[in-house]
Structures are given as C-alpha cells and as structure tokens.
C-alpha cells in the first residue's frame, strides 16, 4: 500500500520547470466531449453539478436543446483535463456514453455507461462496465464504437499493483484494461487486461482499422521508467469473452523520456488511409525528454511495426500540448492548443496543420481560435467528408468551426 500512495503522488506531483504547463489539469464546466450522427445532428456530453447532461444542437452548435440528466442520483464526477465523460455515435443511431464516478478514496473509481436506442430521446438506467467492483482505481477511460457495431471501452487499472503490493512483488506503473459489448451496449463480457505497466494519468486514445479491429495507444512504463507510447491491437472475444489470441502490442515512440512520475498528457491517434489503402496509423504525442521536449508527429506502419522519425510541431515555450487528429483518406488534421502571455493578458489558441498526402508533409501551422479566459483541450469530429474543431472556453462558450 505504502509503493500505492508513493506512485499516487508521484502522479501529480509538479514536473520539471519544462514540462509544468502540460500537467495542468481543467476544471469540470469545461470539460466536454461530442459527435455526430447520422443526420449531423451533434451531441454533447458534460459533467454538472454532480450530474452527466446530454444535450443536442441541429444547427452545428450555434444552440442546444434542454440537456437530459443521465444519472439519477449525484455522483462526483471525474471531469477534468484528460479525464471526462465521453459520447460516441454507432452507425445504427444508438448513443453511447461512459464516464467515472470518484469513490471515497482519492484516485479510485467507477466506470458507468448509458446508452439510447431511440435517437436520443431517452437514455437507459446507467450501470457499472466492469465486473471487478473492488474500490480501485478504474479510470481515463476510452469509448470506441466500430463500424460493426462493437462497444470497447478501455481505462487505466490498478488491481495488479494492488495484488503485487500485496504479496510484496514490484509493479511499474498501472495496467489497461478493457471490456466489450457486442449487443450493443445490452451487456459488456467480463474485462480483460491488455498491458501492464501503463503511465497511471494519461488518456488512452484508440481507433480501428478497416476490418472494425480497435486499437489503442497510451503512455507507457518501459524499462528505466522511460514513459514512451505503446500501441496495442484489442484481440476479438469467443463467445465465452475470452481473447481469441494474445494481445499484439508494439512500442511506439522513442523519446527515452525518463521521468517518476505521470505527466497527464495522453497521446492522440487516428487510421492512416481506408480499405485497400490503409497502411497504417497516424500518432501525435508530447514528449518531455529535456534535450528537445515538446509535441511530435510520426506514422507507424501497421504491418511492419516500424515508426517513421518524428516530427516536431508546436511552440513548447507556449505550453504547446493536448494534440488531436482527424484523418479522412489522406487528408489529416493536426491541432493543439497553446497558453502564451500577452501584455499580462492569458491569451489560449488552437493552432493546427494540415496534410494533403497522408502526413508525409504539412502546410504551414495557423491559429484556428483564441479565447483570453480558461479553455478546455481541443477535439476534432468529422461529419460527410468534413471536419471540425470543437473547443470550449469561459470567455466565448462552445466553438465548433469548420475546417
């Protein structure tokens, strides 16, 4: 218990001087997730006074309807930074939900999930994902819904550094987890750890690949506490909600990042090309590693497992981080967020970049917003070939802009 604690605060304990703007964490009335459906209709989810809302806007954000509570009773709601409730859309309609209730212990937690087969118009009693209902941490969890209909849910576990601790075995770091449903949210097969040793703070990020196979990447506890990347293809379940076959998994960046701690900065993914021309993955991540620390971009060859060198972007000095990707064939988007201070004025900007060619090149990076009080991180939907940026802030409210 005592190496629990010892990992817990190293967790949030304040970083170097060169990395101390990446781990600041944003309050809960900010921190939202979106998407679309079918009919563009775009749905928000959003952590309040103790309560999941969701609400709706047909006129591509400008207004929303009246929210809808999700849960029944108050819950502490973890909503913040990287950490936040999340909503997906399937290809039927149906709206997914997932989102973490803080228990009485700091850092452990609950996964919940909700969804509606109606369009929207009423949600189902919330339950529990996970069938481990020991008061540990289960939390950053991640939503995925594949074009065949799957529900994966993925988040960060401690139960086996709980179980090492207990017999005095080391343990780095925490593991991933993951459960799926495949009736669409009916039910979800009893989870399944995919790694140990994840960072214990960071967001995971997933995608799929062509076939509907999901895949994550988070941030990893290699040897010598190296906090790199790792990428991991979730195995298909047999009817009994086992894996078919071991997890393939892959290390994915090579900063050597060495640090005791976790920075709350979680990378971003998204497929690289569709169908016959896939080829890969597109990955942006921050890297913290003293000599050149800052945000960087590279692609991994899914069938090779080899990752192209990286490519710096962003102005670190300007607390460049918190990337996000939306790729379309070979069109990519690319965007951050930076803080810089103006004239004592807290300026806050979404930079971004975009490649035509499947991010072998970039255009030259712009500023796509500015808002001078606190905003939320960056994310990026796509709806009939088009992608926007979603962003919340204090001073402006929610943005969603066309790109």
């Known amino acids: 218990m005592k190496k629990l604690l010892l990992l817990l605060l190293a967790c949030l304990a304040p970083l170097a001087q060169a990395h101390e703007g990446h781990n600041q964490r944003q309050s809960s009335n ?19 006074d103790d309560f999941v809302l969701v609400d709706v806007s047909r006129d591509l954000g400008k207004n929303f309807a009246k929210p809808i509570t999700i849960n029944p009773s108050a819950q502490k709601i973890t909503a913040d930074g990287e ?25 452990f937690d609950y996964i919940w999930f909700s969804r509606s087969i109606n369009g929207g118009k009423s949600f189902d009693k919330p ?40 017999t005095h075995q080391p343990y780095d770091g925490a593991a991933i987890y993951y459960a799926v449903s495949s009736n669409s949210g009916a039910s979800f097969s009893v989870e399944q750890r995919l790694a140990d040793s994840s960072c214990e703070c960071c967001r995971i990020a997933t995608t799929n690949k062509p076939d509907g196979t999901v895949v994550a990447m988070w941030r990893h506890v290699f040897a010598g506490s190296e906090r790199d990347h790792m990428l991991a293809e979730i195995p298909q379940l047999t009817k009994a909600g086992q894996p078919i076959s071991p997890p393939i998994l892959k290390r994915a960046t090579f900063g050597h990042w060495q640090i005791d701690g976790c920075p709350h900065h979680g990378p971003a993914i998204a497929s690289g090309g569709e169908g016959k021309d896939w080829w890969g993955y597109h990955m942006a991540y ?3 590693n003293d ?15 080899a990752s192209s060198p990286p490519k710096k972007f962003g102005n670190n000095k300007n607390q460049a981080g918190h990337p996000a990707l939306l790729a379309t064939s070979d069109q990519v988007w690319l965007v951050w967020r930076e803080i810089e201070l103006k004239n004592n004025i807290t300026h806050h900007s979404i930079v971004g970049m ?9 255009q030259d990076a712009k500023v796509l917003a500015t808002s001078m009080g606190k ?8 709806f009939q ?19």
């Open 291 to 305: 000599k050149k620390p800052g945000l960087y971009y590279s692609r991994m060859d899914g069938v090779a497992w």
């Open 127 to 166: 339950y529990i994902l996970h069938q481990d209902r020991s008061e540990i941490t289960h939390r950053f969890n991640a939503l995925n819904v594949a074009p065949n209909g799957n529900v994966t849910v993925t988040w960060v576990d401690n139960r086996d550094l709980m179980a090492a601790n207990s």
């Open 375 to 382: 905003t939320d991180y960056p994310q990026l939907v796509g």
């Open 83 to 107: 950490a936040r409730p999340q909503i997906a859309v399937g290809t039927e309609g149906n709206i997914y939900l997932i989102w973490t209730e803080a228990l009485k212990t700091q850092f």
């Open 286 to 288: 921050f890297d913290g």
């Open 30 to 48: 900010l921190a939202v997730s979106v998407a679309f459906d079918a009919n563009g209709n775009l749905w928000r989810v959003r952590a309040k």
């Open 354 to 362: 975009f490649s035509d060619d499947g991010g072998r090149s970039w």
């Open 385 to 403: 070939g088009k992608t926007y940026l979603a962003w919340n802030t204090v001073d402006e409210g929610f943005l969603l802009l066309g790109l």
